[in-house]
């Protein structure tokens, strides 16, 4: 059965003129021959407004917990925008000061940390290469002149003199009892003596009456007592030699070591925990003058797996590992971490092998992205970084704590119990922008109860924008930025009007224009080619 035809009256209001059924634009609105006569969009994206104010507002308010975590579709231009907008509010920011770790003489598996002004870890770690080869060359000097051996020499004839002194009244002492003093390495031993003088022989002595013998011991016992005596006050004045002679050392060392060490302080004078670090120097050095005094610097293995000991590395003690250096950055670092890793971020400690065993020292330890962003920026994918288990919890317990800790995987989930180190950690101070979507931040917003605290700022990134005059105008100079920045054919205004016109389509609204810009710059490339 044949539907009933309905009659023209009713069914011409319905009509669509064909020029209706989609917006064309005129390209008499383009002023140009072509997009290469007009400059390019200064911040790279068109139609956020509301996305650019929310990116501002994160990156000023500078208290904790004032992250951002920006969200849209793929291709409306976040991360270009973040590329070209933060490091410009970074410019205009005070430099933040560099971090070194240095050895710790009180606690050697717990480097500390130094916070100086930028630029002047690398000269402290210079400055301290320079002050250890001038430490070897003074002490090697002054421990090998004429005056040192005088006052050595001395020194050791004035003991030698009392100790000999005693040994010859114990002697005088013996012989008054009838017996002779033999000292040998296994010690010391009493000899009777005979009428003539001699030592009396064993067989002889075994011929002499009881009262003989009972004499001579009764004489032997009075002298044991004046050889421990005696033994005694030698040991006392060896003693004593040993520790005047460890003073004298250490006065000609701090001679030696003081006015290289207060040249130092000097240079260094407006930052107080340098000046305590360099007498920290001062005191190790004088406490370990032999290892400058020796001819080689051959390192030992380590006595355990795991941490080098102090007396075994060399000098390397004396260096200073510039973990984070800003001597070339201006204004606040931006930091952008493509490979978002456990280690990426905050860092690792690592070991080489060391006859057969895995060794470390604080100058092994190196900085992740956490710390070279401090004071500063650090932009992360939101994909990339939650593609790294560990990468996330750490991230968090950062932000919480205020505290960048630089420890191995290991030794932070107890898989392996080694001796290592465990450097002062460094205070956080950065401002994390993760770029994502809006699925993964309605899942972190409801399901994680710490994401809310840490990321309080939503920057969300439109996918349209109406489609005004002025907008078209600012297509074409997106166009024209884009032309330069991939080196293709810039647009005539008749092909800038057929992408408004694309644009409108994937947005679905004539009265729209799409901000999917990763589509529009498809077209430009597959026209130019």
């Not at 308010?61 to 004032?66: A, E, I, L, R, S």
């Not at 003074?138 to 003199?161: A, H, N, P, T």
């Not at 005191?283 to 051959?298: K, P, S, W």
Request: charged share 25%.
């Amino acid at each position: 059965m044949n539907a009933t035809r309905q009659p023209d009256s009713l069914r011409t209001p319905f009509r669509v003129p064909a020029e209706k059924l989609a917006a064309v634009c005129d390209p008499a609105v383009f002023q140009f021959t072509t997009t290469e006569e007009i400059a390019p969009l200064e911040q790279g994206i068109i139609g956020q407004a509301r996305a650019v104010r929310a990116l501002e507002f994160g990156l000023r308010v500078k208290h904790p917990g004032y992250n951002l975590f920006l969200t849209g579709p793929a291709g409306t231009g976040k991360s270009t925008y973040v590329q070209i907008r933060v490091p410009q509010v970074a410019a205009d920011e005070p430099t933040p000061g560099d971090w070194v770790y240095v050895f710790n003489f009180n606690n050697p598996d717990q480097p500390k940390a130094l916070h100086l002004p930028a630029g002047r870890g690398a000269r402290l770690r210079k400055d301290m290469e320079e002050l250890i080869e001038d430490l070897r060359t003074e002490i090697r000097r002054i421990f090998d002149s004429e005056e040192w051996e005088r006052r050595r020499g001395e020194l050791v004839d004035r003991y030698e003199k009392t100790i000999n002194s005693h040994w010859e009244t114990l002697e005088d002492q013996a012989q008054a009892h009838g017996f002779a003093v033999q000292r040998t390495p296994t010690g010391i031993f009493t000899i009777p003596l005979g009428s003539n003088g001699k030592p009396i022989a064993p067989e002889e002595f075994a011929r002499l009456p009881e009262e003989a013998k009972e004499a001579l011991a009764a004489r032997s016992r009075e002298l044991q007592a004046l050889v421990a005596e005696t033994v005694r006050r030698v040991r006392n004045l060896e003693k004593e030699a040993r520790a005047g002679l460890k003073d004298l050392e250490r006065e000609t060392g701090l001679y030696a070591v003081g006015h290289l060490i207060s040249l130092s302080k000097e240079r260094y004078a407006d930052l107080p925990q340098v000046c305590d670090y360099l007498d920290q120097v001062q005191q190790d050095v004088v406490d370990h003058l032999d290892e400058f005094r020796a001819d080689g610097e051959d390192e030992q293995p380590a006595p355990v797996p795991g941490l080098r000991h102090p007396s075994r590395d060399g000098l390397t003690r004396y260096r200073v590992n510039v973990l984070v250096d800003n001597s070339e950055t201006r204004g606040a670092p931006v930091v952008f971490e493509a490979n978002p890793t456990y280690y990426n971020l905050f860092g690792k400690i690592e070991y080489r092998g060391d006859f057969g065993t895995l060794v470390t020292d604080f100058t092994m330890i190196k900085a992740g992205a956490i710390h070279q962003a401090y004071g500063g920026y650090l932009v992360l994918q939101a994909n990339d970084l939650f593609g790294n288990p560990q990468a996330w919890p750490a991230l968090k317990r950062a932000l919480k704590t205020g505290q960048a800790r630089i420890e191995n995987l290991g030794d932070q989930m107890g898989i392996v119990a080694t001796a290592g180190l465990r450097p002062e950690p460094l205070p956080v101070l950065t401002k994390v922008i993760i770029i994502g979507n809006p699925y993964l931040y309605q899942l972190l917003y409801t399901y994680d109860e710490d994401f809310r605290k840490f990321f309080k700022v939503r920057v969300d990134f439109d996918r349209e924008m109406p489609r005004t005059i002025e907008n078209i105008r600012l297509y074409a100079a997106f166009a024209s930025g884009f032309c330069q920045k991939e080196c293709v054919r810039p647009l005539a205004p008749s092909a800038m009007a057929r992408v408004v016109d694309f644009s409108s389509r994937l947005a679905g609204d004539q009265g729209k224009l799409s901000t999917l810009f990763h589509d529009i710059t498809e077209v430009i490339l597959e026209a130019s080619f």
